[in-house]
């Protein structure tokens, strides 16, 4: 079967880094993808990752390791807007265009 | 630029009712999806199209039904509402090319009672 999972809550301080992390199972990979949605509203894009190895964007780092089936966020000098959750997303074989999506992880910044 | 548009963005409906979920997207895109998401769970796909005349079943689709007659609009119905069906509803679009996100609308949150 296919499955994607993450931590279901993870508590940070401001200004500290947090890792969440995301392990899949899939019928082949195409890619994986990192999403954040703040409670009521819709997912926005963060990061993608099909190569093994690590893509930094600003305070916002994403890692890939396909031979494992994991990856993971790291999210550095945390601010209290990053409370949300993170949705990991994988693509499947080439030739399709369904994603699979975990079910994500809460993040809370405290003061 | 509007992006992804859904209406509307809030609807009550009693058990047996029909509705149409709106969907367009002024991006272009070719590939466009409809999800759902349960409360403190992640996205569920229901139907997905790769173009225009073109659908295909996700995960969940049982009890909804699609269409895709231009490149713009994707509209998701409900023929007989079950309270199973209450939860929001994600429509979602994206270009050609393996390493594109998906562009999502805002939501419909829809419950059935």
């Known amino acids: 079967g296919q499955n994607i999972d993450q931590p279901t809550e993870m508590t940070a301080t401001e200004g500290a880094i947090v890792q969440i992390n995301c392990t899949y199972q899939?019928?082949?990979?195409?890619?994986l993808f990192w999403y954040q949605q703040h409670a009521g509203e819709a997912p926005t894009f963060l990061s993608y990752n099909v190569l093994d190895g690590l893509e930094e964007k600003g305070r916002f780092s994403s890692f890939l390791s396909r031979s494992k089936g994991y990856s993971y966020l790291l999210l550095k000098e945390l601010q209290m807007k990053d409370s949300a959750s993170y949705l990991c997303a994988v693509r499947g074989s080439s030739g399709t265009y369904k994603y699979i999506f975990g079910t994500g992880t809460r993040l809370k910044v405290l003061a | 630029n509007a992006g992804v548009t859904q209406t509307p963005k809030f609807r009550i409906l009693k058990i047996g009712q029909s509705m149409t979920l709106q969907c367009t997207q002024d991006?272009?895109?070719?590939?466009m999806y409809w999800y759902r998401q349960d409360p403190g769970m992640g996205l569920k796909l229901i139907y997905y199209?790769?173009?225009?005349?073109?659908?295909d079943k996700g995960e969940v689709p049982n009890g909804y039904n699609v269409s895709r007659s231009t490149t713009e609009d994707f509209p998701l119905r409900l023929e007989l509402a079950a309270p199973s069906q209450t939860s929001v509803y994600f429509c979602?679009?994206?270009?050609?090319?393996?390493?594109?996100?998906?562009?999502f609308g805002d939501g419909t949150r829809l419950s059935i009672l």
């Open positions: 979602a679009s994206s270009p050609l090319g393996v390493n594109q996100p998906q562009h």
């Open positions: 991006m272009n895109h070719n590939y």
């Open positions: 199209s790769v173009g225009a005349g073109i659908t």
């Open positions: 899939t019928s082949g990979f195409n890619g």
